[in-house]
C-alpha cells in the first residue's frame, strides 16, 4: 500500500500531543519525528478519539446516506483505532496500518467536497483542543491532503 494513501480520516484524519511551550522545547523537538513532536500514541489517541466524536456526531456529514449507513458497519471505536493507527505510521511512528486504502475504504460514501471541509475543520478543532502547535498540524495536514483525491467523490 502506498504511503499516501495511508495517510489520512480522516480523515483522517486524528494526532496530538501538549504543545511545545518554550524556544528549549522547540529547539529540542526539531530532532525528533512528527509521531514524537505529537506525543506519541498517547497524544494521537486523544486527538483521533475527539476528532471521531466530533465527525460521529455532525448532523451535516450525517445527511450523506452512506456515511450515516458506514457507522454501522465502522462504529466509533474501529473508526478510533484505524485512525490512530494510521496517522501513528504516517508520521513515523511504530504502528501498522492494517485497514483498507483509502479509497477502498471510502468509494461507497459519495464524500463531496464539501464533506471533506467540514471533515478538515473538525479535524483542525480537535487538533486546536489539544493545543498541537501549528508547524505540526500544518505537517499533518499535507500528509491528510494527498489522500484526498482517494476520499473525494470526483463527479
Request: aromatic content about 6%.
Amino acid at each position: 500500500m502506498s504511503s499516501q494513501m495511508k495517510l489520512l480520516v480522516a480523515v483522517l484524519v486524528a494526532t496530538f500531543a501538549v504543545p511545545l511551550a518554550g524556544a528549549e522545547e522547540r529547539t529540542a523537538a526539531a530532532g525528533k519525528s512528527l509521531y514524537e513532536r505529537l506525543g506519541g500514541l498517547k497524544g494521537i489517541t486523544l486527538v483521533s478519539d475527539d476528532f471521531i466524536d466530533r465527525l460521529v456526531k455532525n448532523a451535516t456529514l450525517n445527511k450523506n446516506k452512506a456515511i450515516n449507513a458506514g457507522r454501522k458497519s465502522s462504529p466509533p471505536p474501529y473508526l478510533k483505532f484505524q485512525v490512530s493507527q494510521l496517522v501513528c505510521e504516517a508520521t513515523g511512528g511504530p504502528c501498522k496500518y492494517t485497514g483498507k486504502n483509502m479509497k477502498e475504504a471510502h468509494a461507497h460514501l459519495h464524500i463531496t467536497e464539501n464533506e471533506w471541509k467540514i471533515m478538515t475543520a473538525d479535524f483542525k478543532k480537535s487538533l486546536d483542543k489539544f493545543k498541537v502547535p501549528e508547524a505540526e498540524q500544518k505537517e499533518l495536514f499535507d500528509i491528510v491532503g494527498k489522500t484526498k483525491g482517494d476520499i473525494v467523490e470526483s463527479k
